[in-house]
């Protein structure tokens, strides 16, 4: 039985394979702008993405109003 190799495979790929992707990104990108541009002129407006940050805490958190007393008091400012 052959060993296996320890070497991990390459990522090269034919030219065929790779004007495909291409093209069918392509082709995708094509479609979800036309579906884009109904939906505009039915009304419906494209969902914008949330941004979310690491770490960030809402200010209606339970401990915030605590912290933000406690700051208050020591007179150190924190960052949410």
């Known amino acids: 039985m052959p ?3 320890t070497k ?8 065929k394979q790779k004007y495909k ?3 069918k990104v392509k082709e995708h990108h094509r479609n979800k702008r036309k579906e884009a541009k109904k939906n ?6 494209p969902k914008e993405p949330k941004v979310t ?3 960030a805490k809402p200010l209606s958190a339970a401990f915030m109003s605590e ?3 406690f700051s208050a008091l020591t007179g150190i400012c924190c960052k949410a």
Do not use: A, D, F, N
């Open 3 to 5: 060993k296996k190799s």
């Open 8 to 15: 991990s495979k390459s990522k090269r790929m034919t030219l």
């Open 21 to 23: 992707v291409l093209k």
């Open 40 to 45: 505009l002129k039915k009304g419906i407006k």
């Open 53 to 55: 940050r690491e770490g």
């Open 67 to 69: 912290s933000l007393h």
